[in-house]
């Protein structure tokens, strides 16, 4: 069984500062890590993926993450986050194995941006 | 608009009636998958296609939810004898063949159930 934990509800921030998201994971095999952003009464857009190799890897927006395998981790960073960065952000995983269709996501962390 | 489009947007129907939703895919895309969202909730798993195979339903599904997708091009999802509890946003998403892919996700149906 696959599953991802996100361990905040919420995340609030001034604008300018650092945003972190955190996210932790769970597969039996090896992990495929996504992250999506979802803006009210709309669907889910990709940010940016860990599938092998480095570590960090950067995505849209000026989003990055750090694939942590010894903590079983992906979080979410931004240096200075933008009021337009408020929304809903999930963490999702698939097992690089048989079944790597299956994308299992966490309950989401709302982030809000304060001006 | 090449990405993945779903209709309606908005669905709301009385308790007890069938409703049925459609999604297209982007074209080139083998998988489809179908997602269940309730408020607060990331989405959970329905679904999946490969071509026009459905190769895995989720418990979630029971009975009264049939999914298909004829030619494995377009996609349906119909509700039968709807419930309140089937009130949610219902997503679907599409991905190349490839596991590292991401999908690509629709705007949602959101259904009410009164």
């Known amino acids: 069984a696959q599953s991802v934990a996100q361990p905040e509800d919420q995340v609030n921030v001034a604008e300018g500062n650092p945003l972190t998201v955190k996210c932790t994971y769970s597969?039996?095999?090896?992990?495929?890590l996504f992250w999506y952003v979802q803006y009210p009464n709309r669907g889910l857009q990709f940010l940016l993926k860990?599938?092998?190799?480095?570590?960090l890897v950067k995505g849209s927006y000026g989003f990055e993450a750090e694939f942590n395998k010894s903590q079983t981790s992906f979080h979410l960073k931004k240096p200075s986050a933008l009021v337009s960065d408020s929304a809903l952000y999930f963490c999702?995983?698939?097992?690089?194995?048989?079944?790597?269709?299956?994308?299992?996501f966490g309950a989401g962390t709302t982030v809000t941006v304060r001006a | 608009d090449t990405g993945v489009s779903q209709d309606p947007r908005h669905k709301i129907t009385k308790r007890g009636q069938n409703v049925t939703f459609r999604c297209d895919p982007i074209?080139?895309?083998?998988?489809l998958y179908w997602y269940r969202q309730t408020l607060g909730q990331g989405p959970e798993f329905l679904t999946y296609?490969?071509?026009?195979?459905?190769?895995?339903k989720s418990r979630l599904l029971s009975d009264r939810f049939s999914a298909e997708r004829p030619k494995g091009s377009f996609s349906t999802l119909e509700i039968q004898r709807t419930e309140q509890g089937d009130s949610a946003m219902y997503l679907c998403?599409?991905?190349?063949?490839?596991?590292?892919?991401?999908?690509?996700f629709g705007q949602g149906t959101r259904l009410t159930v009164v």
């Open positions: 998403a599409s991905s190349s063949e490839q596991g590292h892919t991401e999908a690509f």
């Open positions: 597969v039996s095999g090896n992990p495929y």
């Open positions: 860990y599938i092998t190799g480095d570590n």
């Open positions: 999702a995983v698939r097992d690089m194995g048989v079944n790597d269709y299956k994308l299992s």
């Open positions: 074209s080139e895309h083998n998988r």
């Open positions: 296609f490969q071509n026009e195979a459905q190769l895995e």
